[in-house]
């Protein structure tokens, strides 16, 4: 027993487990489930259980539909061409900077989402990427390489801020050379 509590005090499970047991009492009360009999109360349950599931997808299309805004937004901004890739989330732009196409990807894989810069075809990033300040401060991930820098965002929308703000810089650094 002693070894369990001493698990459940490494994983934080206990305080996980009261929790959980705090939120459900909150909505037993909220939905005054005490006041009637035990049917109903399933019943009950699994109608705003369906609710909520509802009101998740429509908020799920709701925050798609704003990045699509976003990235409309970015296009204009910039006034650059973003290619929608055959994912539903991906993008990309190529820019010629100094004779070198360079590409931003705005993606996901099993990792989570992230923001990349390539060239193509694939070889060596260039002096003017790999020593600019901005760009490493925003693409400084610990598993780059010479040929791409990358960073993995913690959601969608922090990885398509990161893409807006390494398109202007790379925007920049065409204009000054």
Known sequence: MQFVDFLNYIYNTRENDKFKMDIQKFLGEQLKLNDIDLVE?????????SDVEELASQLD???WSKIKEYITAIREKYHVPIVREDDKFSFHC?????????????????????CMIET????RLPKFITEDFDISEELNDIKN???????????????????????????????NL
């Open 41 to 49: 109360q399933l019943s009950l349950v699994e109608d705003k259980k």
């Open 94 to 114: 190529e820019i010629i900077i100094d004779g070198i196409s360079v590409i931003l990807s705005l993606s996901h894989d099993r990792d989570g989402d992230f």
């Open 145 to 175: 390489r010479s040929n791409c820098i990358w960073k993995y965002g913690t959601s969608y929308r922090e990885s398509l801020m990161r893409f807006d703000r390494v398109l202007g810089r790379l925007l920049d650094i065409k204009n």
């Open 61 to 63: 299309d709701l925050y």
């Open 120 to 123: 193509k075809p694939k070889k």
